[in-house]
């Protein structure tokens, strides 16, 4: 697989989008997605980048600033 990317010298981001109202549904779902990306972009010279869709871009609300804790907590668990 790394041979068919063609990856080299420089890195590569890897943006995963997640929505807002998953990460609150289903935990195990998302620590599962997060655990495949830090996985698959340890072997490459990938960036993981977690985008996490809200329904506006410009401010959070209540539920949407604890789904972007949830995930923090979450990465800062799992990188330790």
Do not use: C, G, W
């Amino acid at each position: 697989m790394k041979r068919q990317m063609n990856i080299s010298k420089n890195s590569v981001r890897y943006i995963e989008e997640l929505n807002y109202i998953d990460i609150l549904n289903d935990k195990e779902s998302l620590y599962n997605k997060i655990s495949r990306v830090l996985h698959f972009s340890s072997d490459l010279n990938m960036i993981p980048i977690f985008k996490i869709k809200t329904q506006r871009y410009d401010i959070f609300t209540s539920t949407e600033k604890m789904a972007l804790n949830m995930t923090l907590e979450m990465l800062f668990i799992m990188l330790r």
